[in-house]
Structure formats: C-alpha cells, structure tokens
C-alpha cells in the first residue's frame, strides 16, 4: 500500500535529533528553526523528557476518561502556573484542530447561538469547523462551507462591527496569525474586539496553537495586551511532539456531562509529556529565553537590504523578504542545512524555533542567511 499523496515532501528522512539538531538517514545535520511546525518547545530529545516518558511507558500508557486521571489535575495546575490563568478549566484532546473544533462547539453551546466572525488569512485546522472558519478555499471540500462563518479584516474593528449580530457565538482570532504570515493583531485592536464581544454576549476565543506555549515571550501573545480571552486553544509546544491538544475555559462555562468528549485525549502518557515539558520550560526559563533570544535575533535582522519586512514577536518571525522567499528557503535547507518555515502567500520565510535556542544558532542562521542573500 502506497500513503496517500497530500504532502510536498523534501526528499530529506530524518532518523535522529537532540536538542536543535536533526541527523538524516545519510547522517547529515540540520540546524532546525522550525520545530517540526511549531511543536518542539524544549528541544529535541530532551533528557528528562525522554527519561520520564519511558518511566511511564512501564506503568501506564493509556486509559480512557472513564477514570480518574490524575495526571490531568496535575497538568491542569502547572498549565495555570504558567499563563497566569487563574482559575479556568482544563479539557484536554489530541490536536490544534479538535481543540478549535470543541472551542467552537463549546461556544455555541454556552451562548445558544449559531454563528462565528473569523478573519481573513486566518488558519485554525482542517476538521469541519476548524477548516470553516480558516480562510483558505482551496482546503475546504463543499461539506464545510457554510453561511453560519462571517468574515472581518484583522486589525479593522468597524470590519467586525459590521457583521456582529445577536447570533455570533463567538470571534475566534489568532494571538498572531501563524500559517498567514505572521500578521500582528495590535494590542488596541484586541482590547477593542474584548469589549465588543463582551457587549455582544458573544465568547472571545483565541486560538494560540501556534504563537502560544511562551514562543512570543509571554505564555499566550494577547497577554501583551492584558486581555482575557474566554476559551484559548493551545497544541502543539504543549508537549513537545506528542500529539497533545486543549482549550483553557473561562469558569463562567459550565460544564455538562457529555457535552464534550473524546477517547484519546488526557491518557496517561500524553499528559505524562505535557507535565514533562511544562516541568523543563519552568525549570529553564524558556518563556524569558524566547524573549531574549527574540530581541537578539530581531536586532540581527533589522535593517537588512535583502528584507522587505520583518514581523513578529520573540521566536515566533516572519522574514519577508526582496528575493523569491522559496528559493532563499531551499538554499537554507540544502546548501546550508537549516530547516525553516514558509507562508507562501506573503513571500515568507517562518522561523518557529525550539525556545532553548541560543546566540550561537541565531549567529549560524543569520550568517546562512547573509550568504544566500548575498549580504555577507
Ligand atoms: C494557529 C493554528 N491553529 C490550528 C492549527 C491546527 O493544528 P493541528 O494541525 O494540530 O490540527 C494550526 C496548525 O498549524 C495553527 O497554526
């Protein structure tokens, strides 16, 4: 049996990796700024991390929510620690896109309404509702379209003004828009939506799957703007590259049995994963390193004539740049062997680095990336 194509591949296999570095099957080694998507937070193969999954592995892997699991208390409590939300709820899934999906559902539960405002360029996943409200298309099959999504433009709150009605659930935002570009709402224009939402009844939900976990330098992005949301969906850097999702849940939610649910999600092991990973981000102090680190790169980039604009904020960058983005990304990839990301549409490079990165790899990238463009 084949795999079913849906993938571009690099013809690149990778058989090994610690900390920032990937070995292939050739034993070639790659410098990686992309985390695999976004998703390893504390490098690769940490110590602990391997040491404590295996440990759990000899007790317990799974189990399904008909118990008590306690781990997720645990989770629960270290993830509170972590974002400063005091005392929201936990429910945990096994992806970006479930945890959207329950998000939305949740929302439209609590509020007895139908629609939802998302905005233009964003991605949110590619289950029903996850893929309706993302603005791409070419990603949704004719079951998935839907009048129940209204479109605003990000950063323009006349634009959400015009479509808010006494049927929008909810507005589902990133806390930076990730697959788009990296495209920055402002700090006025969350406040701004905050207080429409809540002058409307409707739920603010925001979607830090890719921008959350600390990458910006904060737990979540839109704590710069000292908003709280109703319902955040978080995923991949919860647990290091075990499939882990969740939605952190405002306490006015109620919660009804069977409202929600799911077989894998909360099992021993993945919550094993993400209470490993959020123990070695506390440890290191990887939320104050991504910020540091963040500043470091950001002052190494600024100003360079092979960039036309340079966005985002702490380790989560989007480099546009003057030249073919592409081709300046596979030079990085095979000439000088560093993985990074792309958003296609906006002519950008997407750097998502491991948040234990250090001054050395940022030198090595930005030495590559004066080399490719020609800066050096
Ligand atoms: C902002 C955002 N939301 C949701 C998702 C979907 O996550 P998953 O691929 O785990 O379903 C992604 C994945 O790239 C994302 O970047």
Same mark, same amino acid.
């Given at each position: 049996?084949? @795999?079913?194509?849906?993938f ?33 937070s504390i ?12 440990? &759990? ?10 118990v008590?699991i306690?781990? &997720? ?6 993830? &509170? ?12 899934v096994?992806?970006?896109a ?9 929302a ?29 298309p ?9 009048d ?17 009605? $006494? %049927? ?8 930076? &828009? ?28 925001? %979607? ?18 000292g ?9 991949k850097?919860?647990? !290091? ?8 849940? $405002? ?12 077989t894998?999600?909360? !099992?021993h092991l993945?919550?094993?994963a993400?209470?490993? @990973? ?6 290191n !102090? ?8 963040? /500043? ?12 036309? /604009? ?8 989007g480099?546009e ?8 990304? $596979?030079?990085?990839?095979?000439d ?11 002519? @950008?490079?997407?750097l ?23 800066n050096?």
């Amino acid at each position: 049996m084949n @795999t079913f194509e849906v993938f571009k591949l690099y013809p690149i296999a990778i058989e090994s990796a610690k900390g920032m570095e990937l070995t292939d099957t050739e034993g070639k080694k790659y410098l990686d700024l992309y985390g695999g998507h976004g998703v390893i937070s504390i490098g690769h193969c940490q110590e602990d991390y391997v040491k404590g999954l295996k440990a &759990q592995l000899d007790k317990i892997g799974f189990y399904s929510n008909s118990v008590r699991i306690p781990f &997720q208390e645990e989770l629960a409590v270290k993830l &509170q620690k972590l974002s400063g939300y005091d005392d929201y709820k936990l429910f945990l899934v096994n992806s970006g896109a479930e945890a959207n999906e329950n998000a939305l559902k949740l929302a439209s539960f609590y509020t007895n309404r139908s629609k939802v405002i998302a905005f233009r360029k964003a991605f949110h996943g590619r289950t029903s509702l996850a893929v309706a409200v993302t603005d791409s298309p070419a990603i949704q099959a004719p079951i998935n379209k839907t009048d129940k999504v209204l479109w605003a433009d990000l950063n323009d709150i006349e634009s959400v003004k015009a479509v808010m009605d $006494n %049927d929008v659930a909810a507005v589902i935002i990133e806390g930076i &828009q990730g697959v788009g570009g990296v495209k920055i709402p402002t700090d006025d224009f969350l406040r701004q939506l905050r207080e429409l939402c809540t002058a409307n009844g409707s739920l603010l939900i925001v %979607d830090e799957i890719q921008c959350g976990y600390g990458r910006t330098g904060k737990f979540f992005y839109h704590q710069y703007s000292g908003i709280k949301a109703d319902i955040i969906s978080m995923a991949k850097g919860i647990a !290091n590259g075990f499939p882990v999702g969740a939605i952190m849940i $405002n306490p006015e939610i109620p919660a009804k049995f069977g409202m929600l649910g799911t077989t894998f999600g909360g !099992n021993h092991l993945g919550c094993m994963a993400a209470i490993l @990973t959020a123990d070695v981000m506390m440890k290191n !102090n990887y939320v104050a390193n991504a910020a540091k680190m963040g /500043d470091y790169l950001f002052g190494k980039l600024k100003g360079h004539k092979a960039i036309k /604009d340079l966005r985002g904020k702490g380790l989560m960058v989007g480099i546009e740049t003057v030249a073919d983005a592409a081709e300046i990304r $596979n030079k990085l990839l095979f000439d000088e062997h560093i993985f990074t990301g792309f958003s296609g549409g906006v002519n @950008t490079i997407r750097l998502i680095p491991p948040l234990c990165i250090t001054e050395k790899e940022i030198d090595r990238f930005v030495e590559a990336f004066d080399k490719v463009t020609n800066n050096a």
